[in-house]
């Protein structure tokens, strides 16, 4: 089973380009990687999900290098409200097993 | 379109006593999963529905938590009795393209158990 890894902890200031990386290093070859964010006192929410190499959406980007052994999340220009724990989750097809991360609390400060 | 809706929000009990908490998935979605969230930590899966079938139920501690999704569509789960320890919030999320890894599931605000 896939098992992931990720800082406890990150800060940063408005406008900066946070990264978060997540080490996965038994993922399966059919495995997705997907990152959700969660606020106080409300359920994680989906913000991007990627196979290998780039994807981008609205809010993010996805790296994930060729051995998908790690994958980085990028928050260009982040505000205060993007502060939140970042979970990276690898969707584990054999026997359904869904593993989050430890998660990652971003703060944002002014 | 209504998000997954789960109740009560928060639930104080004495310890040895029954609770329970129920979550309606978004409309249509066929798979329904039930997590467990420690403070601090990542959610935990407990158990996941393919309708109203439980395929996945491994991390359910079965000696004193119960669920049922009768007819495919709400579920409930159940802890009897409760401990100390189960303090946690209970998430409960959906998704609409069945068990497929790359599905995106939606999640309830959760129901925040309190066991004293």
């Known amino acids: 089973l896939a098992k992931t890894t990720q800082p406890i902890s990150m800060d940063s200031y408005e406008g900066q380009e946070v990264n978060i990386t997540c080490s996965h290093n038994n993922i399966a070859t059919n495995d997705y990687i997907t990152w959700y964010q969660q606020f106080p006192s409300q359920g994680p929410r989906f913000i991007i999900q990627g196979y290998k190499t780039k994807v981008t959406n609205e809010v993010a980007s996805l790296f994930i290098p060729a051995d998908r052994k790690s994958s980085t999340l990028s928050l260009p220009r982040v505000s205060l409200s993007d502060t939140a724990v970042y979970y990276c989750l690898v969707a584990t097809g054999q026997g359904g097993k869904l593993i989050f991360g430890q998660g990652t609390e971003l703060s944002v400060k002014p | 379109e209504a998000g997954v809706v789960q109740s009560p929000r928060y639930k104080i009990i004495e310890k040895k006593q029954p609770v329970a908490f129920w979550c309606n998935p978004i409309s249509g979605h066929n798979t329904l999963y039930w997590y467990r969230q420690n403070l601090g930590q990542g959610p935990e899966l407990l158990i996941r529905?393919?309708?109203?079938?439980?395929?996945?139920d491994s991390q359910l501690p079965k000696d004193r938590f119960s669920a049922e999704r009768l007819k495919g569509v709400d579920s409930t789960l159940k802890i009897q009795p409760a401990e100390l320890g189960d303090s946690a919030v209970y998430l409960c999320a959906s998704s609409g393209r069945g068990w497929v890894e790359d599905d995106e599931q939606f999640f309830g605000p959760g129901t925040r158990l309190t066991v004293l």
């Open positions: 529905y393919e309708n109203e079938e439980a395929v996945d």
